[in-house]
């Protein structure tokens, strides 16, 4: 064990007896690293000495995860004020990730933001804080009234750089103009004297060295201090050289005034006037990058039209609670999530479904927050308000996808953390080598590659390479009904090579219907046989039941009086129904009553071989028909697996169906391979199976029984029309509902995936090339820092393009 043992203090959740403390003791002590570790089970608190250098907080939360208990953990976003490149987001990381209690720490340089997961009872958000300002930066907690702020900061600052550049650039521009008369080839071009002038050079170029200048100097200092190195240092470094060799020249020149060749306050001032320019370019281009999320909120209605005590009033949507009752007219958002108590209407969901036909809701029917009410006067009863409504969901998965890390950062992280120092490195290098030996002692013109040298290498397009076509990405799938919840499901959906559908509510709609009627009896119609089925299965409340009813009030029959009613667990039915007895259910429920349907074997083998579920009806002991339900395909399914198919991926079906019906459902949607008859836990084990293969399988689900399989596999897709355990479990969720959603959500995957891999051989390409060759000589130093400026910008500009994707 090493002497810098850490003590932390886990808060512990799920422990119902001594049992369960003894449990988790043993397991945390046998954890490496683990000096010792107690469990209170009153306090349900874990006291645990541990090294760092061995394990850390998040290893020790898994340990207890994986026993089977839960440790209280709270998750925070801190706005970030001061980072100028990668690595001072990466400075930032490791500060935070090194804090007791921290479990993880991601700062996210695009979006000026850290997420930090991290134990409550062991540290506070204002030590967190603390954490920041100690390493030389500034930090606020990202909650609602912050967020404006934020967003007023972020325009400030691009004003403030706005009026930066335009103050550098007039300053600058004499100085550019001097530089052309040091040239032959541009001798034509008049220069007026004064510009030539040394201390007229020195009063132009100190403003920008020092004014404009500053914030380089101030990042770099506060870098230094903590022991480390950032883009402000070399800036810092290079500009000032570049300037301080020119004041000492101006001193050294007899009489102060004549023509000086060697003079650089133009490459210092120009590197600034360029860097100030990219920086600008670059804050604006990373505002767009958030569009998403600022369509998302626009879609929001600003106020509500409620009812409370009879009286009609208009009040800020933050103002409407749970139970109010709405109005809302033709035309207009529906504000909240809710349930129609009074009214018909249209409503258009295409914001959440993407479908553009409007959907009919009527009382009793779920209505959610920014549809449209396109004909039809309402009295919607709020249900979800505020944070829980489902729009506020949509937008807190892309916000937390946004701000998450990709896998494929981890290089790009690990070397912004070491660039600044080699950089450094490499141009004290190249200072040697041209004077001592490529233009030996000649100061300046070494001078002049160092400092190309300097400002050519910025370690901002790496930083930003991967964190804004995340941004861009999600943002863009969420548009399409995608939400991805976070960086490493966006990476790995690609990798897809099996696909595994569940049956019910994924392929199928989920709610069975009506839609076989035989009639096999000689003295009623089939109305007259309906009006008594449906009179019947009124009475049960068996889904299949429901749809029957369902089925039969379509067709405008009325039902009869019931007198008695029986339900038969694994047979049926039996009811007397207007003064007639009735059977319904299946064979065995036939033979025992001893009824004859011998006639009826070969129907109800067809029926179940086309994936429906038949049931005998008998009146007063005779065979009379058979009524037969079915969970009806989704328009969209036998296209969208053709086209999963076609993308080469493997498409498999699980159910608990039979094989029978499940198989007639896979052949009629183009699906070659069926599991059927899983248990609702024994999914999970079949994603294993294929995964011990090595496949790399995504499972698509929409019930509570298809979390444990949703959570096994490499990614879960839930359909955003099921329940709510079920999109808790997985790592995308399709709004939609419809299978198309699955083949757009790899497609997003790879355009993303493909654009950071442009980003980063940009980036990396960039420095590799950019390095040597100003380190040849053959770039003039604001030519380097004119392209140092623009890496960046072109890095978040392309990431931009996934805005334009279309499907």
């Given amino acids: 064990m090493s002497q810098n043992i850490q003590e932390t203090t886990l808060q512990i959740t799920g422990m119902t007896c001594a049992a369960c403390a003894v449990r988790i003791e043993k397991g945390l002590n046998k954890v490496e690293g683990v000096e010792a570790a107690t469990v209170n089970l009153a306090l349900e608190r874990s006291s645990i000495k541990y090294d760092p250098a061995v394990t850390n907080l998040g290893a020790l939360e898994k340990k207890v995860r994986d026993l089977g208990y839960d440790v209280v953990t709270e998750k925070a976003?801190?706005?970030?004020?001061?980072?100028?490149?990668?690595?001072?987001?990466?400075?930032?990381?490791?500060?935070?990730?090194?804090?007791?209690?921290?479990?993880?720490?991601?700062?996210?340089?695009?979006?000026?933001?850290?997420?930090?997961?991290?134990?409550?009872?062991?540290?506070?958000?204002?030590?967190?804080?603390?954490?920041?300002?100690?390493?030389?930066?500034?930090?606020?907690?990202?909650?609602?009234?912050?967020?404006?702020?934020?967003?007023?900061?972020?325009?400030?600052?691009?004003?403030?750089?706005?009026?930066?550049?335009?103050?550098?650039?007039?300053?600058?521009?004499?100085?550019?103009?001097?530089?052309?008369?040091?040239?032959?080839?541009?001798?034509?071009?008049?220069?007026?004297?004064?510009?030539?002038?040394?201390?007229?050079?020195?009063?132009?170029?100190?403003?920008?060295?020092?004014?404009?200048?500053?914030?380089?100097?101030?990042?770099?200092?506060?870098?230094?201090?903590?022991?480390?190195?950032?883009?402000?240092?070399?800036?810092?470094?290079?500009?000032?050289?570049?300037?301080?060799?020119?004041?000492?020249?101006?001193?050294?020149?007899?009489?102060?005034?004549?023509?000086?060749?060697?003079?650089?306050?133009?490459?210092?001032?120009?590197?600034?006037?360029?860097?100030?320019?990219?920086?600008?370019?670059?804050?604006?281009?990373?505002?767009?990058?958030?569009?998403?999320?600022?369509?998302?909120?626009?879609?929001?209605?600003?106020?509500?039209?409620?009812?409370?005590?009879?009286?009609?009033?208009?009040?800020?949507?933050?103002?409407?609670?749970?139970?109010?009752i709405i109005h809302v007219k033709p035309g207009e958002k529906i504000p909240v999530d809710g349930r129609i108590v009074d009214g018909r209407s249209a409503i258009d969901e295409s914001m959440l479904t993407g479908e553009s036909v409007p959907v009919d809701k009527s009382i009793g029917d779920e209505v959610i927050g920014a549809?449209?009410?396109?004909?039809?006067?309402?009295?919607?009863?709020?249900?979800?308000?505020?944070?829980?409504?489902?729009?506020?969901?949509?937008?807190?998965?892309?916000?937390?996808?946004?701000?998450?890390?990709?896998?494929?950062?981890?290089?790009?992280?690990?070397?912004?953390?070491?660039?600044?120092?080699?950089?450094?490195?490499?141009?004290?290098?190249t200072f040697i080598v041209w004077y001592l030996w490529a233009a030996p002692g000649d100061f300046a013109e070494a001078l002049e590659k160092m400092i190309a040298v300097l400002v050519i290498a910025c370690p901002c397009a790496l930083g930003l390479a991967t964190p804004t076509s995340i941004m861009a990405g999600s943002g863009r799938a969420a548009e399409f009904g995608i939400l991805f919840k976070g960086g490493e499901h966006l990476e790995m959906t690609h990798r897809i090579s099996t696909i595994i559908l569940d049956k019910t509510g994924t392929v199928t709609n989920g709610a069975p219907v009506l839609t076989d009627v035989i009639l096999e009896s000689s003295s009623l119609n089939e109305e007259e046989l309906l009006s008594l089925v449906g009179s019947a299965e009124k009475q049960s409340e068996h889904p299949l039941a429901q749809a029957i009813v369902e089925g039969i009030k379509e067709k405008g029959i009325d039902f009869k009086e019931v007198t008695t009613f029986e339900s038969i667990p694994g047979f049926g039915i039996m009811a007397t129904v207007d003064g007639n007895e009735l059977l319904i259910g299946t064979r065995k429920l036939m033979n025992k009553y001893q009824v004859a349907i011998d006639p009826a074997l070969d129907k109800m083998d067809r029926l179940e071989r086309e994936g429906k579920t038949a049931m005998l009806v008998a009146v007063n002991q005779s065979f009379a028909g058979i009524v037969a339900v079915a969970d009806t395909i989704k328009d969209t399914s036998k296209s969208a697996i053709k086209r999963l198919k076609e993308m080469g991926l493997e498409v498999i079906m699980i159910t608990g169906d039979n094989q029978q019906t499940a198989s007639s459902i896979a052949a009629e949607v183009g699906i070659d391979q069926v599991i059927a008859e899983v248990l609702p836990e024994g999914k999970a084990d079949e994603v294993k199976k294929l995964q011990a293969q090595g496949k790399k399988v995504a499972m698509v689900g929409d019930g509570i029984n298809d979390a444990p399989a949703l959570a096994v596999a490499d990614i879960g897709m839930a359909i955003g029309t099921g329940t709510d355990v079920a999109m808790e479990a997985a790592d995308i969720t399709l709004i939609r509902g419809d299978l198309n959603s699955i083949a757009d959500a790899i497609y997003m995957s790879k355009k993303t995936i493909n654009n950071i891999k442009q980003n980063l051989f940009w980036a990396f390409g960039y420095n590799t090339l950019g390095i040597p060759i100003a380190a040849l000589g053959f770039l003039a130093p604001w030519l380097a820092g004119a392209a140092m400026a623009f890496s960046s910008v072109s890095v978040v500009l392309n990431a931009l393009r996934l805005q334009k994707v279309k499907l």
């Fill in 77 to 324: 976003e801190f706005d970030i004020r001061g980072m100028t490149c990668a690595a001072c987001a990466t400075r930032i990381e490791k500060g935070l990730n090194k804090l007791n209690g921290v479990s993880k720490a991601n700062v996210n340089l695009a979006l000026e933001k850290a997420t930090v997961e991290f134990n409550p009872s062991a540290l506070s958000k204002n030590e967190i804080i603390q954490k920041v300002e100690a390493l030389g930066y500034s930090a606020m907690v990202n909650d609602e009234a912050q967020q404006k702020e934020t967003a007023d900061y972020r325009q400030k600052e691009i004003e403030k750089q706005t009026g930066k550049f335009i103050f550098s650039t007039i300053l600058s521009l004499p100085l550019l103009w001097a530089m052309v008369g040091h040239f032959s080839f541009t001798s034509f071009i008049y220069v007026p004297e004064m510009f030539m002038n040394p201390w007229v050079q020195l009063a132009l170029a100190t403003p920008v060295q020092f004014i404009i200048g500053k914030q380089f100097y101030v990042g770099a200092f506060k870098a230094l201090k903590n022991k480390s190195a950032n883009m402000d240092v070399l800036v810092a470094l290079g500009t000032s050289a570049a300037y301080f060799y020119s004041v000492y020249l101006s001193f050294s020149a007899l009489g102060g005034t004549a023509h000086t060749v060697e003079l650089y306050y133009e490459t210092s001032s120009i590197l600034i006037t360029l860097i100030i320019l990219g920086k600008l370019f670059e804050a604006k281009a990373k505002g767009r990058s958030s569009e998403a999320i600022k369509k998302l909120m626009g879609l929001q209605a600003k106020t509500a039209l409620i009812e409370r005590n009879g009286i009609e009033q208009e009040v800020p949507l933050e103002e409407v609670i749970v139970g109010d």
């Fill in 371 to 429: 549809t449209i009410n396109k004909n039809g006067f309402l009295k919607i009863e709020a249900t979800k308000v505020g944070k829980d409504t489902a729009l506020a969901q949509i937008i807190k998965v892309v916000e937390e996808a946004q701000g998450s890390k990709a896998p494929i950062q981890r290089l790009a992280d690990q070397i912004s953390g070491v660039f600044v120092p080699i950089v450094v490195g490499i141009a004290i290098v």
